[in-house]
């Protein structure tokens, strides 16, 4: 799962996974990323590519959700933003995901990679 709320970016990430044999499931918002996951009819992602800025719902309003559901909560979750303050990093790093990665300091095929690698452990 891929929540970015930029859609060229969001495209991008897309089209990416998808050359490297992932089939990922693409949101611009973290709200409708969540009725899909707290729908428990539906099949949770193996991994969530998390934007931490995002309209409405915010990223670590997004991680407490998903954390505070046994169903959900071992879904391993990659935050990927443009920031990252110490005292963001650390509010999200305590509630359990797995990376906080900054755009700026790394290329879509390092993150996709980072993204591989969880999946590859986690199969």
């Known amino acids: 799962m891929v929540i970015e709320d930029e859609e ?14 992932i089939k ?11 009725a899909y996951l707290m729908d428990e009819s539906n099949i949770p992602p193996h991994a969530i590519w998390l934007d931490y800025h ?24 990659v935050v990927v933003s443009n920031s990252a303050n110490d005292e963001t990093v ?13 755009k700026a300091e790394h290329r879509l095929d390092d993150i996709i990679k980072v993204i591989e690698s969880i999946l590859e452990t986690n199969k």
Request: aromatic share 4%; net charge positive; glycine share 6%.
């Open 8 to 21: 060229l970016l969001l495209n991008a990430i897309t089209k990416k996974l998808e050359v490297s044999g």
């Open 24 to 34: 990922p499931m693409a949101y611009l918002d973290a709200d409708t990323a969540l």
């Open 54 to 77: 995002l309209k409405g719902t915010d990223g670590l309003e997004f991680t407490k959700k998903v954390k505070e559901s046994p169903r959900l909560k071992s879904i391993p979750i």
């Open 90 to 102: 650390k509010n999200v790093l305590s509630l359990g995901i797995d990376k906080y990665l900054l």
